[in-house]
């Protein structure tokens, strides 16, 4: 069983930053491509940033592109979400995700095991 936890999520003024983290358990995590999801109120999930296993692909979705940066350690079982310039709609709960396999999917029936979501809120 794996577990994913989430962290670093908080409110923010917009044009702030923030750093989410999420800590794997288990020993494959660098076997698998990971992925953060968001979910706004009344809204459905929807894809923001995957990396592939080794770190050295990535994908986002194109209202994050040139603000967030996703990455990984895989000696840390850690995948890291900044997220500069942030805009009130980047408000969610933002959520980590491992992939099946090793490349990265903007689709969520792609992960397998999810994260339990750390609250992001942007507001003045």
């Known amino acids: 069983q794996v577990q994913l936890v989430e962290s670093g999520g908080g409110a923010v003024q917009p044009g702030g930053s923030l750093r989410l983290s999420c800590l794997a358990s288990g020993r494959t995590f660098s076997r698998y491509a990971m992925g953060w999801f968001r979910q706004a109120p009344g809204k459905e999930r929807e894809f923001v940033a995957a990396?592939?296993?080794?770190?050295?692909?990535?994908l986002y979705a194109d209202s994050v592109k040139g603000r967030f940066t996703i990455s990984r350690d895989n000696a840390k079982n850690t995948v890291y979400l900044q997220m500069n310039s942030l805009k009130p709609e980047d408000t969610a709960v933002y959520y980590c995700?491992?992939?099946?396999?090793?490349?990265?999917?903007?689709?969520?029936?792609?992960?397998?095991?999810w994260g339990q979501g750390t609250q992001v809120t942007v507001s003045s």
């Open positions: 990396i592939r296993w080794s770190g050295d692909s990535t």
């Open positions: 995700a491992r992939n099946t396999g090793l490349s990265g999917s903007v689709f969520g029936r792609d992960y397998d095991y």
